[in-house]
């Protein structure tokens, strides 16, 4: 079973950067696909991003698209998303989570381990 630690959320003003970590603490880290999930209050859990098991193969809600950047380092057990030119709307709880299959990686019913959240809030 995987445990899951999110960390690196903060308060930033609009057009800064953060960069989340997620260290898992199991040993079976590299086999399994990592995806980011916001939830903004009174709103809905959101797909952010999420990266296959090799880290070559990256995805992305439209939304950030161009401005977030997900990355792994399988060596360190430990998922990463740079956040650039963040918006207030940014602002949010977010998440990592861990699946072992494939499928929909927006579909955060699909994912079996999940991390405590960060919060992540943009000022403007």
């Known amino acids: 079973q995987e445990q899951l630690v999110a960390s690196g959320g903060g308060l930033v003003q609009a057009g800064g950067s953060l960069r989340l970590s997620c260290a898992a603490s199991g040993r079976t880290f590299s086999t399994y696909t990592m995806g980011w999930f916001s939830q903004a209050p009174g709103k809905e859990n959101e797909f952010v991003a999420a990266i296959m098991c090799s880290g070559y193969s990256t995805f992305y809600a439209d939304s950030v698209k161009g401005r977030f950047t997900i990355s792994r380092d399988n060596a360190k057990n430990t998922v990463y998303l740079q956040m650039n030119s963040l918006k207030p709307e940014d602002t949010a709880v977010y998440y990592c989570?861990?699946?072992?299959?494939?499928?929909?990686?927006?579909?955060?019913?699909?994912?079996?381990?999940w991390g405590q959240g960060t919060q992540v809030t943009v000022s403007s």
């Open positions: 989570a861990a699946r072992r299959t494939a499928g929909d990686l927006s579909n955060r019913y699909e994912y079996d381990y």
